[in-house]
């Protein structure tokens, strides 16, 4: 018969294959595990933009290195390094790291979570930081629950929010957290990070499919490399397809393309140029469709809605003017909204501002009457003020006669009165001229009934404006 086994040993082998196990299930998720998390930073050099935080001397980056992390708030769009920025804090702190995804934690888990972090100072002297994802969806109680430990500073909280977290977390738990802000990623970033994850697809790329893939991850790095990792995918496919013997694995425009499910659109330095002018000239024509057609074009390619909107907002005053006073304010608004509410849902009020603007009447009587004042305040002559129309308020302006025959206009029932208003040299000269279009008109009748009778109407000129 045969002896049973050692205890010890019994008890150790199972270990030792469990582990075993393990270790190559970790191996084994690792290579399948998707680019984006394969790229993960293990440094904080490592670390792809976000420089305003990471930076040399940086406040966050100082907090991380001295291991001295207070309960912070990292908000900022996906894909900008959040979760990533916690799993380095996690590598690199003394303090127990534990982790919580507010969409399926409960109060109970909290509440477990609390229980081991005070048995865990108490027998170990040893703090706990907790990074919290998607807190904002964390509800009132939830977060309630959070914050008396967050408070007596039992646990150091690491939350993480796409969301405005003045609208979406306790304004309590916000007071006692420091907030930082994480930025999109830029061009530079972006194609930083796509380098990287070439080298770890082992594939090469072409610049035309790199730069798509950077426009169209609008800052997301982690779009930018799933899209990546789908290209190089289809790159690896063809190319065995074509099995051309000592041809390198690449990256070409139609795997970018075919991986964003979208065409890519042709639009350098000089399409920038043509198609803000087409825009503009669109506009200025009175074609709502066509200015629709170029403005989905250039938020298609990524052209900044900023700058979008400042042209709209030149173009209220320059050729809509006063035939339609609103259109300013429209545009005004239009471009509050892109500041105030972000893209994409700021399409909407860039869209309504370019229907406004080309369905309003036009009319660049006020550019060309500011262009007629500017020639006469450039030329020759001494421009001095008329002196019934110097400031007369301060001790002594009355002894040089200051403000002497000044007609007030409030005096007078129609509130008007006729006077010199300009030096003269340029007393007479007619700038504005308002056209017949739209509220212009209204404009032209009110000047005529107060116009000189010695000068006659306004003369209406139906070409310009």
Known sequence: MALPPDNRTAGYRPTVSGDLFASAATERLARRAPLADRLRPTRLDDVVGQEHLLGPGRPLRRLIEADRLSSVVLWGPPGTGKTSLARLIARVTAQEFAELSAVNASVKDVRELVASAKARLGERDVGTILFLDEVHRFNKAQQDALLPSVESGLLVLIGATTENPFFEVNAPLLSRSTLFRLEPLGPEALRRLL?????????????????????????????????????????????????VEGSETRVVLADAEAALGTKALRYGRDAHYDVISAFIKSIRGSDPDAGLYWLARMLDVGEDARFIARRLVILASEDVGMADPMSLVVADAAARAVEFVGLPEAKLNLAQAVVHLATAPKSNRVTTALGAAEGDARAAGTGEVPIHLRDAHYRGAAQLGHGEGYDYPHDHPEGWVEQRHRPAEVDGRRYYDPSQHGFENEIAERMRSTQDPEKGPVEEDPDNG
């Open 195 to 243: 380098e990287r994850g070439l080298a770890v697809e082992a594939v090469e790329a072409d610049d035309d499919a790199l730069d798509l893939l950077v426009d169209r991850a609008a800052g997301d790095g982690r779009h930018a490399l799933t899209s990546l990792e789908v290209a190089a995918a289809l790159a690896v496919g063809r190319a065995a397809e074509e099995a």
